[in-house]
């Protein structure tokens, strides 16, 4: 990776950072990937393979992204108003056990927010 790339990428979670700091960097990786894979989604397990975490991890992840929110330190059990709703589940309709996961409409919009503010940097300092 050369070094444009690399202060692109930096810069880009910089502006995460400063828009929503509760997410961590796997959630960021999920995000990203979640980009990619359209309304169609992907499977948990080959989410998993693509960022590089066990399907549990990524599991605990799409969970605070999605609609059952972070684990409450006090009462160890989730909290949906520490929910994000960037991303949804849903059946594979080839495999009954499978789960697929998605972005949803609120998680485009953040993206594709977090897409303009970068462009519009680069274009002033260009």
Same mark, same amino acid.
């Given at each position: 990776m050369d070094s444009k790339n690399v202060s692109r990428l930096l810069e880009f979670c910089r %502006?995460? @950072?400063? +828009?929503? *700091?509760?997410? *961590? /960097?796997?959630?960021l990786r999920v995000l990203l990937t979640l980009c990619d894979v359209g309304d169609?989604? %992907? *499977?948990m397990t080959n989410l998993a393979k693509m960022i590089g975490v066990t399907p549990s991890a990524v599991s605990r992840q799409v969970d605070t992204l999605g609609w059952r929110g972070r684990i409450d330190d006090d009462t160890l059990t989730r909290d949906p108003r520490k *929910? &994000?709703?960037?991303? +949804? &589940? /849903? @059946?594979?309709? @080839?495999d009954y056990k499978a789960v697929r996961v998605a972005l949803t409409e609120n998680g485009k919009a953040y993206m594709d927010s977090l897409e303009d503010l970068i462009w519009r940097r680069e274009r002033v300092r260009a």
């Open positions: %502006i995460v @950072e400063e +828009r929503h *700091s509760r997410l *961590s /960097f796997t959630q169609v989604g %992907i *499977s *929910s &994000c709703g960037l991303v +949804r &589940c /849903f @059946e594979c309709p @080839e």
